[in-house]
């Protein structure tokens, strides 16, 4: 009795459905997450406990906005000077386009109001900077 084996050929396709699977469930918790997200402007409560900047590689470009409303540029090494608002923010485009990952923050007096310092930031955002964070002390423990 010869038995005549069978030869089985394999299939050589790939099963495609646990990954369609998964594509959806990322497009649903996509779909849901995205009308959540706004942009706007970050920004550290006065006060507030903040953890310090992890980027020491490059040193920041400082904007200062003292109590009468005079703006302040502050390149690094100490040299901080008065300038007027437009002069500092072809300064910082300048600066950014020669080092586009500089970042850029804010020192605003607390008694500066806040349409004021929402302006500096958005014309900063405007000049290049990809982020502007906000300096804040940290809350004095004893009241």
Excluded: C
Excluded at 26 to 38: D, E, G, K, Y
Excluded at 53 to 78: C, R
Excluded at 111 to 122: A, D, I, Q, R
């Amino acid at each position: 009795m010869a038995r005549k084996k069978a030869k089985r050929r394999f299939v050589a396709e790939i099963n495609v459905v646990p990954y369609i699977d998964v594509m959806l469930v990322l497009l649903i918790v996509f779909m849901v997450t995205a009308p959540l997200l706004m942009q706007g402007v970050k920004v550290d409560l006065p006060q507030a406990p903040s953890s310090p900047l992890d980027d020491k590689d490059q040193e920041p470009l400082i904007v200062s906005i003292k109590a009468d409303g005079s703006y302040h540029l502050d390149l690094g090494g100490g040299k901080n000077r008065q300038q007027s608002l437009s002069v500092i923010i072809d300064t910082v485009a300048k600066v950014l386009r020669q080092k586009p990952g500089t970042p850029v923050l804010v020192w605003g007096d607390t008694k500066v109001e806040y349409g004021v310092v929402v302006s500096l930031m958005t014309q900063l955002q405007a000049a290049g900077a990809p982020s502007v964070g906000l300096v804040t002390e940290a809350p004095s423990s004893a009241h």
